[in-house]
């Protein structure tokens, strides 16, 4: 039986919090190939998701601890749908190709994934063009952007 515990996910933060990406992931799925991809993720808020899609599969997120801003965007970096998951929301499902971004709201945040397999690392192609690699400073402006962004509002920088 495969379980999620509290003192793994103490640790799953902890890993997160010492990480120099601010996020960590356990997987419950065996292997990187297997048809269901399903993970607890710790992200803590300055951990930086760029805008990208998963043109193969949907992608389901539960909150386990904390609340995350998920945001999904139209193709020119507009903001279509917003929502607080853990906070208005349960559970949300990304669709197959939704560009989208997730924030982190609160220190200690853990999230749930579920979707397709096999694991498939994001390409340049999978990621917003109107959006860049984000680190440092530039990571922080983008989040806090993520944090105050609307329906209708557009992504810095974006055409």
């Known amino acids: 039986m495969k379980q999620l515990t509290d003192s793994m996910l103490d640790a799953l933060s902890q890993a997160a919090r010492l990480s120099p990406r601010r996020r960590a992931n356990h997987n419950l799925h065996e292997d990187l190939s297997d048809p269901v991809q399903r993970l607890a993720i710790a992200m803590e808020p300055d951990t930086y998701v760029r805008p990208h899609r998963?043109?193969?599969?949907?992608?389901?997120?539960?909150?386990?601890?904390?609340?995350?801003?998920v945001l999904h965007f139209d193709e020119t970096g507009t903001v279509i749908e917003c929502?607080?998951?853990?906070?208005?929301?349960?559970?949300?499902?990304?669709p197959a190709g939704t560009w989208h971004a997730v924030l982190s709201l609160d220190a200690g945040g853990i999230i749930f994934e579920v979707k397709h397999g096999p694991y498939l690392p994001l390409t340049e192609a999978d990621c917003a063009p109107w959006t860049q690699a984000g680190e440092g400073a530039e990571a922080a402006k983008q989040n806090a952007w993520f944090a105050r962004a609307r329906i209708g509002d557009r992504m810095p920088g974006a055409l």
């Open 54 to 69: 998963h043109p193969h599969t949907w992608e389901m997120l539960f909150p386990l601890r904390g609340r995350f801003v």
């Open 83 to 94: 929502t607080v998951l853990g906070e208005d929301c349960k559970v949300l499902e990304n």
